[in-house]
Every structure is written in structure tokens, then in C-alpha cells.
């Protein structure tokens, strides 16, 4: 199915293929699981009350599962580039609720209770991010949870030898800067020597859309 999409920037093709691939397998322990449900029941303990779900860029649905342990009655859905992680997602969500898309090019006519964006901005071409902000303030309904790798100034940093891959920068701060009915709730960093429940050195900020 990649094979006929048509993407707009480098990034895009570079997860969408063999390195998508390889993160699969680096990322697939099912130990991770226990640090997200940690992770997760800090950076949502301020919400209340949602019931629907998005992840953008969810790769193989660890953090769905996570999510879905903590909160059992919401309905659970998924954007995901790599076809490879698609196919692992059909085997616990419901196809309808799974999209095979760039981010970039997702359009869909429907919002969630709370979107989530994990690990996946810093992974963006800078000049997409834009287009970026726009799809996942406009599929929010009420929450919106950043967390990425935290810089107050954009930089660039190599990725595993490739250049222009990896970006870091204020995101949440340019989504609040960007869109205004967005509010700062709750932050946090969660630190890659926790002993217990390590994360991969994520800033977290946990945004609500005051209507």
C-alpha cells in the first residue's frame, strides 16, 4: 500500500519505509507498556470525562493499549504512516478506526475528546509543522497532549546518522501561540534513568480547548 502513496516530504517516506520498519522492532518490548501506563495516568490525571480517543503517528498502538488499560470505555483510534504497524493495530482496534495516512495528508470530518501526539513532531519537516498544528487542533474536541523532545529554540539534532530527521523546539508553545483557545493545564518531563518507568527524556503538555 506505500508503495502507491504519494508523499510530500523526505520524512515522511523515511517512516513510512524500512526505517519505520527497524523502529518497530527496536520499540515492540512489551516492558514499555508498564512505563506508558505510568506516563500516562501523570500526564492525564487533570482530565475529565472524555470518552474518544486519537493518537497521531501511533506506530504498533503501544500507547493506545496503555491509555485503554487506564481508561476502559472510550472508544480508541489511530493514524499511522507504516503499513507494517497498520497491520499490527487491525489486530486490537476496529478497522473503521484505524488510518492508513500521513498525517499530512489526513482529512477527516470528525473530532475526539483527546488527541495525542507522542514522539512524532520532533519527526516533522519544520515546514510542514503548520499544516501539522492544524490537523490535530482541528480533530480536538477537548484535550490535546504533547510530548515530545523540548528545546525553547529550534534546532536539529542527528538521528541514528541521518541528518534532518530529528527537530526540537517549543511545539506545545507554538500550538498555544497559534491557536489561542488552547490552554496550558498540566506539564511534566519524564527522564530516560527513571529506575521504575523510563521514558525517552519526554517534556509533556497537556493543552484543554476552551470553547
Given at each position: 500500500?506505500?508503495?502507491?502513496?504519494?508523499?510530500?516530504?523526505?520524512?515522511?517516506?523515511?517512516?513510512?519505509?524500512?526505517?519505520?520498519?527497524?523502529?518497530?522492532?527496536?520499540?515492540?518490548?512489551?516492558?514499555?507498556?508498564?512505563?506508558?501506563?505510568?506516563?500516562?495516568?501523570?500526564?492525564?490525571?487533570?482530565?475529565?470525562?472524555?470518552?474518544?480517543?486519537?493518537?497521531?503517528?501511533?506506530?504498533?498502538?503501544?500507547?493506545?493499549?496503555?491509555?485503554?488499560?487506564?481508561?476502559?470505555?472510550?472508544?480508541?483510534?489511530?493514524?499511522?504512516?507504516?503499513?507494517?504497524?497498520?497491520?499490527?493495530?487491525?489486530?486490537?482496534?476496529?478497522?473503521?478506526?484505524?488510518?492508513?495516512?500521513?498525517?499530512?495528508?489526513?482529512?477527516?470530518?470528525?473530532t475526539w475528546?483527546?488527541?495525542?501526539?507522542?514522539?512524532?513532531?520532533?519527526?516533522?519537516?519544520?515546514?510542514?509543522?503548520?499544516?501539522?498544528?492544524?490537523?490535530?487542533?482541528?480533530?480536538?474536541?477537548?484535550?490535546?497532549?504533547?510530548?515530545?523532545?523540548?528545546?525553547p529554540?529550534?534546532?536539529?539534532?542527528?538521528?541514528?546518522?541521518?541528518?534532518?530527521?530529528?527537530?526540537?523546539?517549543?511545539?506545545?508553545?507554538?500550538?498555544?501561540?497559534?491557536?489561542?483557545?488552547?490552554?496550558?493545564?498540566?506539564?511534566?518531563?519524564?527522564?530516560?534513568?527513571?529506575?521504575?518507568?523510563p521514558?525517552?527524556?519526554?517534556?509533556?503538555?497537556?493543552?484543554?480547548?476552551?470553547?
Open positions: 500500500m506505500n508503495s502507491v502513496m504519494k508523499y510530500k516530504t523526505d520524512q515522511e517516506k523515511f517512516w513510512a519505509g524500512n526505517f519505520g520498519y527497524d523502529y518497530i522492532e527496536r520499540n515492540s518490548d512489551i516492558s514499555i507498556l508498564s512505563s506508558n501506563v505510568n506516563f500516562f495516568s501523570k500526564s492525564l490525571s487533570r482530565t475529565t470525562g472524555f470518552k474518544s480517543f486519537i493518537e497521531f503517528g501511533s506506530n504498533i498502538g503501544l500507547n493506545i493499549k496503555a491509555i485503554n488499560l487506564l481508561y476502559h470505555d472510550i472508544e480508541c483510534a489511530a493514524l499511522e504512516i507504516n503499513e507494517k504497524a497498520v497491520n499490527e493495530l487491525k489486530t486490537f482496534l476496529p478497522a473503521q478506526n484505524i488510518y492508513h495516512s500521513s498525517i499530512i495528508d489526513f482529512n477527516i470530518n470528525k475528546d483527546l488527541v495525542l501526539i507522542k514522539g512524532v513532531l520532533i519527526h516533522i519537516d519544520p515546514d510542514s509543522l503548520s499544516i501539522v498544528y492544524e490537523k490535530i487542533t482541528s480533530a480536538c474536541n477537548k484535550y490535546l497532549l504533547i510530548a515530545e523532545y523540548y528545546n529554540t529550534p534546532v536539529s539534532i542527528t538521528y541514528r546518522g541521518y541528518n534532518n530527521r530529528l527537530f526540537k523546539r517549543d511545539f506545545a508553545g507554538e500550538v498555544m501561540d497559534k491557536y489561542p483557545d488552547f490552554k496550558l493545564i498540566d506539564y511534566g518531563f519524564q527522564y530516560h534513568r527513571d529506575v521504575n518507568f521514558q525517552d527524556d519526554i517534556t509533556w503538555f497537556l493543552l484543554e480547548k476552551i470553547n
